[in-house]
């Protein structure tokens, strides 16, 4: 069957304005924006904090979420020296092998490790999950739209729910979720964990703390990038002023002579 040109033109139009209207129909959420150190061009990583963001992934969050693009050495760039950095990969157990009898075998963990899984496999953790998969946290700050401001709201979304809504068995209300319903419980209470720094653990605090670790562990190079990005642009101003100049002297006798 074939359409004249205005029927073709027609369907085109509406389906360009039902698409609209679907999009339209989800009520978009928006997330409590916070000034992140690392936000601007000349940002830095808050260390103190993502130093004090990783304790709340050790103690909270490594049950469930692995990381497994990072290296224990990798934390020296927060700070960490190496007889800190053996003591921190030590306290965590690594499948190794296979040794001379083929067979695997688990060791204490050593800086050059990557963060130890809190599951051997993926099905593991689904099955211990009641069918949700924990995601991997090495780069979840980039893998979110608004990435930084995303978590911390989900983190500090957990409230109750509305009176005449009924939550199924095994979910929990966030009013910064899609559908607002989710897998995870809540995971950050008060005073929660203990801060090694003696900084008081709100929830709050925890949620901006471990937010920044985990932004850095998406990011790691980012601080060197602003400041080789910042480099360049100050010697191409430079490069441009004495271009300016240098063709000045170069055109000044032709138009003195003209």
């Not at 190496?82 to 092998?97: C, N, P, R, V, Y």
């Not at 995870?184 to 901006?208: F, N, R, V, W």
Request: hydrophobic share 40%; glycine share 6%.
């Amino acid at each position: 069957m074939r359409f004249s040109k205005s029927v073709l033109y027609f369907l085109i139009l509406f389906n360009f304005f039902l698409s609209k209207l679907a999009l339209s129909a989800g009520k978009a959420i928006e997330y409590p924006d916070k000034n992140w150190s690392f936000s601007s061009i000349f940002g830095t990583f808050d260390k103190a904090s993502a130093q004090r963001g990783f304790q709340v992934y050790k103690e909270v969050c490594a049950g469930c979420h692995g990381m497994r693009l990072i290296s224990y050495r990798n934390l020296a760039a927060l700070g960490y020296n190496q007889d800190e950095l053996k003591a921190i990969a030590s306290q965590f157990e690594i499948t190794d092998g296979p040794n001379d009898d083929g067979e695997f075998f688990t060791r204490p963990g050593r800086p050059s490790d990557k963060f130890a899984s809190p599951y051997p496999n993926k099905k593991a953790a689904i099955a211990a999950n009641g069918g949700a998969y924990p995601p991997d946290l090495s780069l979840i700050i980039k893998a979110r739209p608004n990435g930084a401001n995303y978590l911390h709201a989900l983190l500090s979304g957990y409230v109750e729910p509305p009176k005449n809504m009924k939550v199924p068995e095994g979910m929990y209300y966030n009013k910064f979720y899609s559908g607002n319903l989710i897998a995870m419980p809540q995971p950050l209470y008060e005073d929660g964990i203990e801060y090694l720094d003696g900084t008081k653990a709100s929830p709050d605090q925890m949620a901006i703390d471990v937010t920044t670790f985990l932004a850095w562990a998406s990011e790691p190079e980012l601080e060197e990038r602003k400041q080789l990005g910042i480099t360049v642009i100050l010697f191409l101003i430079v490069f441009s002023i004495l271009s300016y100049f240098s063709m000045r002297q170069i055109w000044a006798p032709i138009k003195n002579k003209n």
